[in-house]
Each structure stands twice: as C-alpha cells, then as structure tokens.
Nanobody, 125 residues
Framework: QVQLAESGGGSVQAGGSLRLSCAAS????????MSWFRQAPGKEREGVAG????????WYGDSVKGRFTISQDNAKNTVYLQMNSLKPEDTAMYYC??????????????????WGQGTQVTVSA
C-alpha cells in the first residue's frame, strides 16, 4: 500500500502562485510515476502534469504548459506542483496519484491505483 498526502492548496487571485506538495509513504521505492490531476465541479478529471521519478522526465497538459512545473525531492519521496500565472479556470480540486502500470496514457485516471485525498485550489478574478 502507498499513502499519498497532499498539501498547499488555497485561495489566490488571478496571476498569483501556489505550490502543491504530495508526500508518498508506505510501500514505495525510488522509481514511480506520479501525476497531478484536477477536477472542477461538473467536469471530468484532467491530467495536469506527471513525472517519472527514476529519470526526472516530465509531462504536462496543454492548458498548463509554461505555467506549471512538476518536480521531485527523492530524499523526501515528495513531488511538487509549482503553479504560476494562475487563472480562474485553474480552480479545481487537485489530486496526486501514482500509476499502477506504465501502459497507456499518463492522462488516463484509470491507469492510477493510489490517490491522495485532494486539495482545493481557488483562483479569483
């Protein structure tokens, strides 16, 4: 079992920044694939960014490229999502998740087996 604990959400005005953290614990080694997803009311869960920790390779959703950065601290088993130039449309519940398989798209929530409880991000105009 793997436990994921998110933190760092909050309310910010448009143009502001937030940094989310996701700390992994339990049965996890140094090579895993973690992503951040978000879900706004009435919308599907959307892949925001992903990282393969063994290589530091990253992936981003089109709507956040150039504004968000995913990074890792291997010593702490923690993945971060730095969010800059926030927009009202970034408002959502943000979740971190760990993949159970490397097959298929990183954007597909069905490829993830461990999920955090979520942290709310609210961006006001």
């Amino acid at each position: 079992q793997v436990q994921l604990a998110e933190s760092g959400g909050g309310s910010v005005q448009a143009g502001g920044s937030l940094r989310l953290s996701c700390a992994a614990s339990g049965n996890i080694n140094s090579d895993y694939f973690m992503s951040w997803f978000r879900q706004a009311p009435g919308k599907e869960r959307e892949g925001v960014a992903g990282i393969r920790t063994a290589y530091g390779r990253t992936w981003y959703g089109d709507s956040v490229k150039g504004r968000f950065t995913i990074s890792q601290d291997n010593a702490k088993n923690t993945v971060y999502l730095q969010m800059n130039s926030l927009k009202p449309e970034d408002t959502a519940m943000y979740y971190c998740a760990v993949r159970g398989t490397y097959d298929g798209s990183w954007r597909d929530p069905l490829n993830y087996v461990y999920w955090g409880q979520g942290t709310q991000v609210t961006v006001s105009a």
